[in-house]
């Protein structure tokens, strides 16, 4: 039986394990935290085994060292002492889900949801566990949500990408592309990703420009790299067929223009030619007229023919 001492100590290394670790930022930092602050939280532990959040933050620090099967242990220990506690439900879910137990995971997330609906975390973590398993629909359904609760996690933008893209809807996961890149610049997965999709698209140049801005930030990153050269040939392929496609729109043009030109002439020779055809019958007109009243003069004796009179 712990002490009302051992619990007051207990719970001090507890929360000064809990306030470093939301400070490191980093897996490095992350690990750091681990390795520094799992001594205490064992500690803690021996103080006070019924101490929950001990339980869980050890869980959490054997988690950041790889150590995935202890980390389930520890969790499931924090959930039998406090069955309310969604963050705990959470992290288990996340823990079997690393470890390949989707279905599993999606229970202890459900759990998570249904003690805190607005547990931004447990709704990511399930829309993600639903991806693995080809829940496609209910994992974009999952992240919407988690978007809608937490809009600020560049992370969870790329996960509903990710899975906009599985179900082809590709100007929509454009958008949430963009969002995560907005909200982190330095996101060089969702950088990646979005060249692949405009690549896809056909939209080569601005692909090579994600891809560029993707090495830039990860210059290690072979997948992204090659990508970018297989965007730059495509590119350059397509500027090629563009050429002769381009002159022969030209020579089209061309010939066209010759055609409307030739006929422009054509009805101009047309309507020479008619009045020329009026001017000869008006000529021959007037001579059959005049040679008429010569005609009417001579045999009359001059006499003027009635119709030729003023």
């Known amino acids: 039986m712990a002490t009302e001492a051992d619990k007051k100590r207990a719970q001090q290394l507890v929360d000064e394990a809990l306030q470093q670790h939301h400070k490191a930022k980093s897996k490095h930092e992350k690990r750091q935290w681990a390795e520094t602050h799992l001594p205490l939280l064992e500690q803690a532990i021996s103080l006070n085994p019924d101490n929950y959040k001990a339980w869980a933050g ?170 970018l050269q297989a965007a730059e040939i495509a590119l350059a392929s397509h500027k090629n067929a563009e050429k002769p496609q381009k002159e022969t729109e030209k020579h089209h043009t061309r010939l066209k223009e010759r055609a409307k030109s030739h006929e422009d002439n054509f009805d101009a020779l047309n309507k020479r030619r008619w009045w020329l055809f009026i001017f000869i019958i008006t000529i021959i007109f007037t001579f059959i007229v005049l040679f008429t009243q010569f005609f009417y003069c001579y045999v009359n004796g001059g006499v003027i023919p009635p119709f030729a009179k003023p």
């Open 58 to 227: 050890r869980g959490t620090a054997k988690s950041q060292l790889g150590d995935l099967e202890g980390a389930i242990e520890d969790l499931d220990e924090a959930i039998a002492r406090n069955r309310d506690n969604d963050d705990a439900w959470n992290n288990r879910g996340v823990e079997k889900s690393h470890l390949g137990y989707h279905y599993g995971a999606i229970d202890d997330l459900t759990a998570a949801i249904n003690l805190n609906p607005k547990n931004a975390a447990a709704w990511y973590n399930r829309g993600t566990a639903k991806s693995e398993l080809g829940d496609n629909k209910g994992a974009i359904d999952d992240l919407t949500e988690a978007n809608k609760l937490d809009p600020n996690k560049d992370d969870a933008w790329t996960s509903l990408g990710v899975v906009k893209i599985a179900l082809k809807k590709y100007e929509d996961a454009i958008k949430d592309f963009d969002e995560a890149i907005k909200l982190n610049p330095k996101n060089y997965d969702a950088l990646g990703i979005l060249g692949a999709v405009k690549y896809s698209l056909g939209d080569f140049a601005a692909a090579i420009s994600d891809f560029r801005k993707a090495i830039e930030i990860n210059p290690e990153n072979d997948a992204i790299r090659r990508s």
